[in-house]
């Protein structure tokens, strides 16, 4: 009933950046809270970023001040502009929501399949 879409990700320098998106669709009334999260390999899935319906934002330490999580809520999507790239930034990155149905049904925890993001020299 709900799909989550990332995009964006690619091979980029330390110092580059990119913007991943992620598009939510089906038969969706709204959605509340959005994140991103990543999961480099041989280490488990990290949180990112979390924006509100209402356009607040929290970000993890090692991303704070580099990445910028915002959302279009007349898409249905969010974004994670990532600055000052590092190759420890290198993972998937995931997206996941709240979504709120049509039936006004609710659900949690929803993912997408990812986008794969490597920074590298």
């Known amino acids: 009933q709900v799909q989550l879409v990332e995009s964006g990700g690619g091979l980029v320098q330390p110092g580059g950046s990119l913007r991943l998106s992620c598009a939510a669709s089906?038969?969706?009334?709204?959605?509340?809270?959005m994140g991103w999260y990543r999961q480099a390999l041989g280490k488990e899935r990290e949180w990112v970023a979390t924006?509100?319906?209402?356009?607040?934002?929290n970000y993890a330490d090692s991303v704070k001040g580099r990445f910028t999580i915002s959302r279009d809520n007349a898409k249905n999507t969010i974004y994670l502009q990532m600055n000052s790239l590092k190759p420890e930034d290198t993972a998937v990155y995931y997206c996941?929501?709240?979504?709120?149905?049509?039936?006004?049904?609710?659900?949690?925890?929803?993912w997408g399949q990812g986008t794969q993001v490597t920074v590298s020299s």
């Open positions: 924006i509100t319906n209402g356009g607040n934002s």
């Open positions: 996941s929501a709240t979504v709120i149905l049509t039936t006004r049904a609710t659900v949690a925890g929803s």
């Open positions: 089906g038969s969706i009334f709204s959605i509340n809270d």
